[in-house]
């Protein structure tokens, strides 16, 4: 069975600091999707990032940083130099290959990040 | 390009009761799924819909159930409601797909209060 943990539950920062949310997955396939997850207070899910379980290399998007690392079994999130917009429950989730559907996804219990002006 | 909608946005009912909520994918998008998020979880996958019929579903009773319509949007349906099913009710959107990589995109989602 599949299982994401998101041991961090809240953190919080200050503005322009940088912070590094974890996520630890358990999967018995060898392919599978790893996706980040942005839900501001509105409740909307915004779609952040997908990596599939054969790219292991790093991805920069702006102030956004992923490091996905298969050895550890883990798919960091790093934003530099957060900022108030920032604030917001982030989750990872991860899916597998599946026949006849779509992957369903499976969701950590979510990293809720505030960031104080 | 309209995302995804769901309606209502929030609704209170009494236990016992039964309701349906309402989704319509992004455009483009033939799948649609569904999640039940409590206060403080992650989102749990509840089923999933193409072609008009149930393709996936997670560990829930038989008292929810869902339809697909010719247009892609898609009805969650819940019987006989207990205090428990009190949750956010997301709705995904994607192009099918077995490959494991199709992004889902979620509606706003609908609050369900039961009293």
């Known amino acids: 069975a599949q299982k994401v943990t998101q041991a961090q539950t809240e953190i919080s920062v200050v503005e322009k600091e940088d912070v590094t949310l974890d996520c630890v997955y358990e999967?018995?396939?060898?392919?599978?999707?790893l996706f980040w997850y942005k839900q501001p207070p509105s409740g909307e899910l915004v779609f952040l990032i997908r990596?599939?379980?054969?790219?292991?290399q790093n991805e920069i998007s702006g102030r956004y940083s992923w490091n996905f690392q298969k050895s550890t079994s883990s798919f960091n999130f790093t934003i530099t130099a957060s900022q108030v917009v920032d604030s917001a429950v982030y989750f990872c989730?991860?899916?597998?290959?599946?026949?006849?559907?779509?992957?369903?996804?499976?969701f950590g219990k979510g990293i809720t990040l505030s960031v104080r002006p | 390009d309209a995302g995804v909608t769901q309606s209502p946005t929030h609704l209170i009912k009494t236990r016992g009761q039964q309701v349906t909520l309402r989704c319509s994918p992004k455009?483009?998008?033939?799948?649609v799924s569904w999640y039940q998020q409590a206060l403080g979880q992650g989102p749990q996958f509840i089923f999933q819909?193409?072609?008009?019929?149930?393709?996936q579903r997670g560990n829930f009773p038989d008292r929810f159930s869902g339809h697909q319509f010719p247009n892609y949007s898609s009805e969650l349906n819940v019987n006989a409601l207990l205090l428990g099913d009190s949750a956010l009710y997301l709705c995904?959107?994607?192009?099918?797909?077995?490959?494991?990589?199709?992004?889902?995109?979620f509606g706003p989602g609908t609050r369900l209060l039961v009293l």
């Open positions: 455009s483009g998008h033939d799948t």
């Open positions: 990596r599939n379980s054969f790219d292991e």
């Open positions: 999967t018995r396939d060898t392919t599978y999707y």
């Open positions: 819909y193409y072609e008009e019929e149930e393709r």
């Open positions: 995904a959107s994607s192009l099918f797909g077995t490959s494991g990589q199709e992004t889902q995109y």
């Open positions: 989730a991860l899916s597998e290959v599946t026949t006849g559907a779509n992957s369903k996804l499976t």
